[in-house]
């Protein structure tokens, strides 16, 4: 049995922990004695207590994150309630600030704040008995071992609050072996070139971190080999600012340029006003939909930008965003946010129709969180900024935009990311606004519609949105009932598997789409098969 379990609850089975494998792969001569867990946040949490417990382990390590913190507290609050002696240990973002005050960390017996690649592995040695050569003390040696913890750990005196050092890169063991046939096959791959952030945005930690520190390219490419070399098809970087440093980013593009193969698909965040002609050529090259960027504009507002500490070259910006749809088949997804300090509806939507005529195919629209550790806080008392009291910490209200209206942005979100993020009903959307119209004006208009003649936001089937967006377009929106048709049935009949539509009668009920790939290029090749409307 191992004496430590790492675990997690994951968001969902196909995001595959990379803290949990960062960790283990750096255990040094404890790995023998752990083992990884996964969970998914929809698990019952006593099913997920039991399955920890089976391991009759010593220390249990949670990676805590503002998606997972309240059902990692019910399991925290039930292993305790079962095992007092058994030791806890926490990190991750959610308790690496602010830890006075939260349940999780009152119930837990030690807390890491930071990157703890390093820093577990030694706590553990330390609670264990082991030296930092990895031999166990004579005192804990002679233990007969019925206990927790050796009698060396008992009187260790290891604090509650442990911040991490930052770790020196080059010395961190490849977590990427760590990754099973069947992660490969059926999981989201995430790897990492670099770590930090240049940036000091006041809504995100990783303004909080030290200046961008890069792996080294010869290892990392190697570790990308062997990923290769076991057929993986998916590589999500979670680098923020992959684009940064330019003889790194064309590095990696050529690589894996070189050893190209139907079915990869690379996902990179990227520097939206970043992006020289050298990147230029490369990017060129790969096929459509191969590639997706993740674009973080977050707002277009000149004076919201300066209250966030925001830097970004908006008219470098367009002309990246007019290069990568004229001349490459990236898809990009680019992020705005609802509720920054000193913006309102009428800025955002200025923004957002801005943003649409850049033509990415995803426009995800999101609500500002107030991260705990993040200097967002500052502009509460001008801003009148109210959020939620629990995960995720969304914000509720400002001086600029009401409650009753942040509402309304929520399900405008949730609509734009069925409708339109989904690649379901490309072409039909453009009658949304067309002659000129605003597409923000115009889709708020029929989110509030859709609210009120459904009045849910969720579990809505694919054939009731067509429906409804038909019945918008036509009896709201005065578009013609033929061109109004011709478009959804064009939409529709992208996918082959879908049964015949028939919405100029309104009489044929669609067939509902299959399940979601596990593969996430799916989402991408909707938006790369469109066909003209007849």
Not at 173 to 193: F, G, M, Q, W
Not at 307 to 313: A, E, F, G, L
Not at 470 to 494: K, P
Not at 527 to 533: E, V
Request: with cysteine; aromatic share 8%; hydrophobic share 45%.
């Amino acid at each position: 049995m191992p004496d430590i379990v790492l675990a997690t609850l994951n968001a969902k089975y196909i995001h595959a922990s990379f803290g949990l494998r960062c960790l283990m792969a750096n255990l040094g001569e404890l790995r023998e004695r752990a083992c990884m867990a996964e969970f998914i946040i929809n698990q019952p949490p006593l099913e997920i207590v039991e399955a920890i417990l089976a391991h009759k382990p010593r220390i249990v390590g949670f990676g805590v994150y503002i998606w997972n913190v309240e059902q990692t507290t019910e399991v925290v609050a039930l292993l305790k309630r079962l095992r007092p002696e058994l030791i806890i240990i926490l990190g991750g973002p959610e308790v690496s600030y602010e830890t006075e005050g939260q349940e999780i960390v009152a119930l837990a017996d030690h807390v890491i704040t930071g990157e703890a690649d390093m820093k577990f592995a030694q706590v553990c040695r330390e609670l264990l008995g082991f030296t930092a050569e990895g031999q166990r003390s004579k005192e804990a040696a002679s233990d007969s071992a019925p206990l927790p913890l050796c009698p060396s750990a008992a009187k260790a005196n290891v604090p509650k609050i442990i911040a991490a050092e930052l770790p020196a890169l080059n010395q961190l063991a490849s977590p990427y072996e760590l990754y099973t046939d069947e992660d490969l096959k059926h999981r989201v791959i995430y790897v990492e070139a670099s770590r930090g952030c240049p940036f000091t945005c006041e809504f995100c930690l990783s303004s909080l971190d030290i200046p961008v520190r890069a792996f080294a390219t010869d290892a990392f490419l190697a570790a990308m080999q062997r990923l290769l070399d076991r057929e993986t098809t998916q590589f999500k970087f979670v680098d923020r600012t992959f684009n940064l440093h330019l003889p790194t980013s064309m590095g990696i593009l050529q690589f894996f340029l070189d050893r190209w193969r139907d079915g990869l698909f690379l996902h990179f965040e990227m520097v939206p006003d970043r992006l020289p002609e050298q990147l230029r050529a490369l990017i060129r090259r790969f096929p459509p939909g191969a590639v997706q960027f993740e674009v973080g504009i977050q707002t277009f507002d000149d004076a919201t930008s300066k209250n966030i500490s925001r830097r970004q070259n908006l008219d470098r910006l367009e002309d990246n965003f007019r290069f990568l749809r004229e001349e490459t088949g990236v898809h990009i997804h680019a992020d705005l946010i609802v509720g920054l300090p000193g913006e309102g509806i009428e800025s955002f939507g200025r923004g957002f129709d801005r943003l649409v005529r850049l033509n990415p195919q995803e426009i995800q629209v999101g609500i500002l969180k107030r991260l705990r550790g993040t200097p967002i806080v500052r502009h509460d008392d001008e801003y009148r900024m109210i959020y939620a009291p629990h995960p995720p910490y969304e914000i509720l209200s400002t001086r600029d935009i009401s409650f009753a209206d942040m509402q309304r942005m929520r399900r405008f979100a949730r609509y734009w990311d069925i409708v339109a993020n989904s690649g379901n009903f490309t072409n039909t959307l453009m009658l949304l606004w067309r002659d000129g119209a605003s597409p923000f004006v115009q889709f708020l208009r029929f989110s509030d519609w859709l609210h009120a003649t459904l009045r849910r936001t969720h579990q809505i089937a694919l054939h009731v949105i067509a429906q409804n967006l038909f019945d918008f377009l036509i009896t709201e929106s005065g578009v013609d009932r033929e061109l109004a048709a011709a478009a959804l049935e064009a939409d529709w009949h992208r996918t082959p598997s879908r049964e015949a539509l028939n919405l100029r009668g309104m009489t044929t009920t669609p067939a509902l789409l299959k399940p979601a790939a596990v593969r996430t290029a799916r989402r991408q090749e909707r938006h790369t098969q469109l066909k003209p409307i007849a």
